[in-house]
């Protein structure tokens, strides 16, 4: 048993608020670099232009690349083999969420309840978890901070199986249509395909992690990938919503085996901004 | 590019045509949905508004807090639909000129638009830290309590955006 120390984990997702949040990834910023030059509209090429000194200015001057520094959303990734010396996995998160947000002064987005109160934490916590059991002696975070206008665009249906491959087609393109310039175009659209309908959410989710230019592993679903993004940055929407030849700067699909009565599709849409951060301990 | 100086007059707004490129210099406020109902609220109660909004812009916008030595944080545009139930009123009541955010209006907001003589600029969602280079001062002017979500009086200078839908209706959205 490898014993991981609390304080450790929690200074490490300290720092890991601060990249995510100031650092655009080396494989967005090639691909919105790769995209302006594909971009015909004037207005779409200044935005690029923008997109691109934002992310200059946000590395050099440490401010975030956006004021919406978002919902923490942490992927662990948990080894069988390591204990914590003290606490647990779910509070060091919430401690580093919460110093993490403050030491790099990132916008506390985060209110105490949906409907009944409506105020801020002012700490942006609690943050979301998503952790899985791996075997070994590792201990493996990431952090996707969401914001809430592309999030608010994300939508999932539970499709009739006899809808098919065409349904699928319908109801994402309808999605990244229907959005418009609402969730920052060229967006990331990661789609769940599959499973359970909470299940098909998070699959929808995890695909947004994936870097930009990887296909998944599974031949099909690497041509659809590319069939979707074809027929999304034919839509038009553009970036900012404002009309142009790249509406999506890319498209991933995670697919899991399903029930025989469904065929669940959700779609997570991320903006140009595809922030996430990760660390290994 | 044309420069636009607030407060704005309204023939100079119904001079701007959607696609026109625009830097904005001088006092805007900031204000997202939360901000708009109290605003209402209070013109509702018959009191005097925090500032006054005759020709003057509302950026939608929560910007992150200063980090020292700077007047504000990361300060982008956020999605304007949200603003569109409080829209038409904080117009017809305030003469408020121009609106500041990102993504398409409601048929009741543009209509009020056409009707008031105001115009929709949209700002570069995600480009948050390069705006924040434009915004010289930021004070605090009412509902703390809302955090980011407060309202900010701003001076900028040279505020990059585009007409996006003008007092015409012609609009940037509309394609196809």
Not at chain 1, 30 to 55: D, M, S
Not at chain 1, 163 to 188: S, W, Y
Not at chain 2, 30 to 55: F, Q, S, V
Request: aromatic share 8%; charged share 25%; hydrophobic share 40%.
């Amino acid at each position: 048993m490898k014993i991981i120390e609390f304080d450790k984990v929690v200074s490490t997702a300290e720092e890991l608020c601060g990249r995510a949040a100031c650092d655009l990834p080396p494989d967005v910023l090639k691909r919105i670099a790769e995209c302006a030059e594909k971009e015909t509209t004037p207005h779409g090429r200044e935005f690029f232009r923008q997109y691109l000194e934002n992310a200059a200015i946000a590395a050099r001057e440490r401010l975030p690349l956006c004021q919406d520094t978002g919902f923490a959303v942490w992927f662990v990734e948990y080894g069988t083999n390591i204990a914590f010396d003290k606490g647990d996995i779910y509070e060091a998160l919430a401690e580093g969420t919460r110093r993490g947000y403050k030491r790099f002064y990132l916008r506390k987005s985060i209110l105490k309840d949906p409907v009944f109160d409506r105020s801020n934490t002012f700490d942006n916590t609690p943050p979301v978890v998503h952790l899985r059991l791996v075997p070994g002696d590792k201990l493996k975070l990431v952090l996707a901070p969401k914001g809430g206008g592309s999030e608010n665009m994300s939508g999932l249906k539970m499709l009739r199986p006899a809808d098919g491959k065409e349904g699928v087609v319908k109801f994402i393109v309808d999605t990244v249509r229907n959005a418009g310039g609402n969730p920052c175009p060229p967006t990331v659209v990661g789609v769940g395909l599959g499973g359970t309908m909470e299940y098909c959410a998070y699959l929808a989710k995890k695909a947004l992690l994936r870097p930009l230019g990887v296909r998944n592993a599974d031949p099909r679903y690497a041509a659809f990938e590319e069939e979707l993004l074809e027929l999304l940055n034919s839509t038009g929407v553009g970036p900012q919503g404002l009309g142009g030849s790249v509406s999506c700067l890319d498209v991933h699909i995670e697919a899991h085996p399903c029930h025989l009565a469904s065929l669940p599709v959700a779609v997570n849409l991320n903006c140009h901004a595809a922030r996430h951060a990760e660390a290994v301990l | 590019m044309k420069k636009l100086v607030t407060p704005l007059t309204e023939s100079a707004v119904r001079d701007l045509k959607a696609g026109d490129a625009v830097a904005i210099s001088g006092v805007i406020y900031t204000g997202r949905d939360a901000a708009h109902k109290k605003l209402l609220a209070m013109l509702a109660n018959g009191e005097k508004l925090p500032a006054d909004l005759k020709d003057q812009i509302i950026y939608f916008v929560g910007p992150c807090p200063a980090p020292p030595g700077r007047p504000i944080g990361s300060a982008g545009p956020t999605t304007s639909y949200r603003m569109d139930p409080y829209s038409p009123e904080l117009i017809a009541k305030t003469g408020l000129r121009g609106m500041i955010g990102k993504g398409n209006r409601s048929k009741e907001v543009v209509e009020a638009m056409k009707k008031y003589g105001v115009v929709y600029f949209a700002a570069t969602g995600g480009a948050g830290a390069l705006i924040a280079q434009r915004i010289r001062k930021c004070d605090l002017i009412a509902f703390p309590e809302l955090g980011p979500e407060a309202v900010y009086r701003l001076e900028v200078e040279d505020f990059p955006a585009v007409v996006a839908i003008d007092s015409d209706g012609g609009s940037l959205y509309d394609r196809k």
